[in-house]
């Protein structure tokens, strides 16, 4: 059976066709979002790489312009990879990207607007000085790439950062400039880990005090970040001691989630936004048919925890807007190993459902002990080996997304937690996980199950729990107890499309569980336009 390629998203990010992948140079300037992202403006597989463009005044719909960046100069002649966009305090927006240059360098490249009249920015020049920062001597020419948004140092001059790699170890370089033309290395990398290449590294603060630095690693594709002290004076980041950093790191997404970026939005608070990229996981045959692949994350607002150990993330507040018809549940048990159906919506196939659920008292003792054996192993495993048939003390419990109507009996996207006892401290364990393994009759797709741990303490909480998924055909995006734990994943339903897809809670567990509250709102399409003609027949 072949995917089914009406699986586009209603309303999360992309083109009318061809291949995307990472967010590049987002900003907000003068009242517009703009959007630049990896293209490949010839097919649905990635190559012939350029910067396509596309605003917005609301973070929803989008106007899609003509590419902004694409190969014209011996420095970008072999592609215009990723990058982002500082905005000087001139008001000029300036973007560097890193050039393929015709010896298949990677160099770093800026380009300016032509015209800062035109309310969209749609033309970009690069100056002839082009490159403006080369890979240096004993440096990896074939791995430096992805320069970051620059901020200014207490001596006035810019610094950015640059991902690269020294053998096996990848490392954030650091460079500084006075006049974003001539630039000079520092003598320190600003951060490196031995884990491979670090990819679209970010560095931001969160607050007065903390910073931080999140990289995309290119040999297990998953991104982590670390919180620590940034001296501004010697440059110095100094990542918390007692976080994880390195593979075992945070991650703003256990799932389908890279390359990510944030951008400050000044719009009307300062609120700092990430963009991130989901690939496909269906197969490069299933691609090129359906003609499209890779989706945009829903930009998600980040904040610091109130205890300062993680970063919490949230759709855009603007995503409510899309909201229509909602269906209600309020204090429904539902027992152990029963399921319901959460009817009432035309389209179970493009909701946003927020569901909080209980686990009593009493029932805390039977949560399973958890095995000291997976302290230290990654969430992932745990979750592969105990699915969400698997049945456990309490839990899984959670939601059937995308499930067809025959109570999720052929298909169905499991989101759910598990809960385990004498976690650190004695606390309980909770374990939020994907499960895609029902999720399409279709061949040859990849069906990774995904996990994360919530750092949630349940005897604080009452024994309550908080999930929100966003559903979109294809996208299942997921964020336990208010952002504390996100998982993105990609499925292909064959059977729960359109009208068609069901959502229903289900319980798995040996111990009852209380739905709260559950609303599920349908979700209307963002629209998004063609800013030219010749756009659309690209
Ligand atoms: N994608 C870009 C690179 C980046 C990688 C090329 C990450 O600049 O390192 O399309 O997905």
Redesign the pocket.
């Known amino acids: 059976l072949a995917v089914d390629d009406g699986l586009r998203t209603g309303y999360h990010f992309q083109p009318p066709k061809h291949w995307i ?2 967010p590049n140079g987002v900003m907000y300037y003068k009242g517009v979002y703009h959007l630049f992202y ?1 293209y490949n403006p010839k097919g649905a597989v ?1 190559g012939n ?1 350029v910067w396509a463009h596309a605003v917005s005044t609301d973070l929803v719909d989008w106007v899609m312009l003509p590419p902004a960046i694409y190969p014209t100069a011996p420095f970008d002649v072999n ?1 215009c ?3 982002s966009a500082t905005v000087l305090p001139d008001g000029t927006p300036v973007i560097m990207y ?1 050039g393929i240059d015709g010896e298949n360098r ?1 160099v770093q490249n800026v380009a300016y607007p032509k015209d800062l009249s035109d309310p969209y920015l749609r033309e970009w020049v690069k100056p002839d000085y082009n490159p403006v920062i080369s890979p240096g001597p004993g440096m990896n020419a074939a791995a430096f ?2 320069p970051t948004t620059a901020w200014l140092g207490p001596d006035g001059l810019w610094r950015l950062v640059i ?1 690269t790699k020294d053998n096996h170890r990848g490392l954030a370089v650091l460079y500084r400039s006075r006049d974003f033309k001539r630039w000079a290395p520092a003598n320190r990398a600003l951060h490196s880990g031995d884990t491979g ?1 670090w ?2 590294p970010d560095f931001y603060p969160v607050n007065d005090t903390k910073h931080v630095l999140k990289v ?1 690693l ?1 040999l297990t594709r998953f991104e982590y970040y670390t919180l620590g002290e940034y001296d501004r004076d010697t440059d110095t980041y100094t990542p918390d001691p007692s976080l994880a950093d390195g593979n075992d790191g945070l991650r703003y997404d256990y799932g389908n989630f ?2 990510s970026k944030t951008f400050l939005d000044t719009s009307k608070q300062q609120q700092r936004v990430l963009w991130g ?1 989901a690939n496909e996981s269906d197969s490069t045959a299933d691609d090129i048919r359906k003609g499209w692949a890779g989706v945009q994350a829903i930009p998600r607002k980040v904040t610091l925890s109130p205890d300062g150990r993680q970063l919490v993330q949230w759709p855009v507040a603007e995503i409510e807007s899309l909201r229509g018809a909602h269906v209600n549940v309020t204090d429904v048990l539902v027992k152990s190993g029963h399921h319901f159906e959460v009817a009432g919506l035309a389209s179970a196939s493009q909701a946003d459902v927020e569901a909080a659920f209980q686990v009593m008292d009493m029932d805390m003792d039977k949560a399973e002990a958890f095995d000291p054996a997976w302290r230290g192993v990654d969430a992932q495993a745990v979750c592969a080996a105990r699915g969400a048939d698997a049945k456990g003390g309490v839990g899984p419990f959670g939601l059937w997304v995308l499930a067809s109507g025959d109570g999720g009996q052929e298909e169905r996207t499991a989101v759910f937690f598990r809960v385990f006892k004498d976690g650190d401290g004695g606390k309980h364990v909770v374990l939020m996980c994907n499960d895609p393994s029902m999720s399409s009759k279709a061949d040859g797709l990849y069906k990774p199950t995904f996990a994360g741990f919530v750092d949630v303490d349940l005897a604080k909480t009452g024994g309550k729990i908080a999930l929100r998924t966003l559903i979109d055909h294809s996208v299942v995006e997921s964020f336990g107890e208010y952002g504390k734990t996100c998982i993105l994943s990609r499925v292909y339903p064959t059977k729960a499309v359109g009208d068609k897809a069901r959502l229903y809670v289900f319980n798995n567990g040996e111990s009852d569980v209380k739905v709260t509250h559950l609303n599920a709102y349908e979700m209307r399409s963002a629209k998004i336009t063609s800013d030219t003609a010749e756009q659309t027949s690209t």
């Open positions: 992948n990472d990896q990635w790489i592609g990879w990723s990058g890193t990677q790439r992805d991902g290449m990819e679209c995309s290119d890279y390359a990229w």
